[in-house]
């Protein structure tokens, strides 16, 4: 278990220590040229799998399993959440982000999604999370997953809030960070005013 628990909170930490622009600066300013977004997601991959086995390679005592309609709604809430994941990705330059072409876009988008949560990626993962049977292992990293995209939002935030300034400072108080609210979105010609 403190293996476990080491292995995936030092993931996450070299995780968001090679995100920071001040890791890609100092990369661009050492080599330039170097496909830092492919290589970053590249060597992301190769660490996942000890983690994963370390998770998924031994069966860990059960804490929770889902019965009837508990079971069928967070089925539910897997299909929707992975749905969501599906229909976002049109909303993201998947190229860029996987670091397969250099030019990333610097202009100022709200998607569909961004206007009711301004991560939509980190909800439906955290659905995901929480939507299933738990054993020890699983709630050890699911723990340590959500304090990571917690802490990892703000981390990603500054960086949003260094590149866009004060359109980014008044979308991030008009939506929710994390889990929609109802009462906190921003309509449609709103999203759209702002981007202009």
Known sequence: ????????????LLHSLFASNRSKKWVAAKWPGFPYRLAYNLVASILLLPGLWLL????WPVLWALEGAWKYL??????????????SF?????????????????????????RYVRHPWYF?????????D?????????VLATLYLFIGSRHEEAMLIEQYGDRYETYRKRVPALFPLPWKHLGKEEAETLVK
């Open 134 to 142: 738990m054993d020890e292992g699983r709630f050890v990293f699911s």
């Open 74 to 87: 967070a089925w539910m809430a897997q299909l929707l959440a992975i749905a969501g994941f599906l229909a």
């Open 56 to 59: 998924f390679g031994k069966p």
């Open 90 to 114: 049109g909303h993201y330059d998947m190229k860029a982000f996987l670091g397969l072409k250099r030019e990333e876009s610097d202009s100022f988008r709200i998607s569909t999604f961004h």
């Open 124 to 132: 439906f993962a955290l659905v995901l999370l929480w939507s299933q």
């Open 1 to 12: 278990m403190i293996l476990l628990a080491g292995y995936w909170a030092g993931y996450f």
